[in-house]
């Protein structure tokens, strides 16, 4: 289930993350995963108990995450998660080259990418000073998938000492990245951040009905007969999908539907 459909509610994100995962995954990544569910409205605030999370599983020094997709020319974070004992510099002013093979390497990849060794790892020469600039030493990086489309690049690190990743820390960030990290972020970017993607948001069928019946200049009045519904359901629909669709009236609704009429 992708729920691209339409928006989805708490009760749906729940049954289908929580209670279809409760027999295999541990507590404390379900709890984080009802936690993400509630903050769905805020892509940012999803990403950022993602990272908490998975910085404060691993420890490591920091974790951060951000939306993007492998053509991009540059990729820089937008939430992170700082250990407050090893206080990591920021990388809220982050920036490396998107299309550069370091980066280029973790988007081919079904798996966590490890960095290690940052300073003398000959694979980041040319990328070495700017993770220098932000103290990383060791890095494990995974790229995000909703939908079988990639959305993004979660990475945590180490800022204090070198770190060597074991199999156990790969395996967990697969598996949270995958079961719950990216589909969660990636619905609720999809549904409360349409300015990141510059894509429309498909109305419900429901409401894609009445915007049809509109679309042939029935009244709202007429659109409740037609459909069998009141008045005021209609008038909600409509708005909703103004709403959804950033459109200013019924006419520009009209116009931004008519790849689904």
């Known amino acids: ?16 993350f929580i209670d279809g995962n409760y ?4 507590d404390s990544m379900l ?8 903050a769905i409205e805020s892509p940012t605030e999803t990403v950022r108990i993602a990272l908490s999370y998975l910085g404060g ?5 920091r974790a951060d995450a951000g939306f993007a997709v492998p053509t991009d020319r540059e990729y820089t974070p937008l939430a992170e998660y700082c250990n407050e004992d090893s206080k990591p510099p920021s990388v809220a ?5 998107n299309q550069h093979e370091v980066m280029q390497r973790v988007w081919r990849s079904r798996t966590p990418v490890k960095y290690e060794f940052v300073a003398t790892n000959p ?13 990383s030493k060791s890095m494990m990086l995974q790229r995000l998938i909703w939908d079988k489309e990639p959305i993004g690049i979660s990475c945590v690190d180490h800022t204090l000492k070198e770190h060597e990743w074991d199999d156990t820390e790969v395996d967990f960030m697969h598996q949270f990245c995958t079961k719950f990290f990216a589909p969660l972020a990636g619905i609720s970017n999809y549904w409360h951040n349409p300015t990141m993607h510059q894509m429309f948001k498909k109305p419900s069928e429901s409401e894609l009905n009445a915007i049809r019946l509109a679309a042939e200049g029935l009244s709202y009045k007429k659109i409740a007969e037609e459909l069998n519904k009141s008045v005021r359901t209609i008038e909600n629909q ?3 999908a103004r709403s959804r669709l950033n ?15």
């Open 238 to 240: 409509l708005r909703n």
């Open 31 to 38: 709890d984080c995963a009802a936690h993400m569910i509630l």
């Open 247 to 261: 459109a200013a009236n019924q006419a520009e609704l009209i116009k931004k539907c008519e790849p689904w009429l």
């Open 57 to 61: 599983h691993l420890k490591t020094c």
């Open 123 to 135: 694979k980041l020469i040319e990328v070495r000073d700017v993770l220098e600039a932000i103290n």
């Open 93 to 97: 002013n982050f920036v490396i080259s």
């Open 1 to 16: 289930m992708n729920f691209k459909q339409e928006p989805p509610s708490t009760k749906a994100l729940k049954q289908h």
């Open 23 to 26: 027999q295999t995954i541990t």
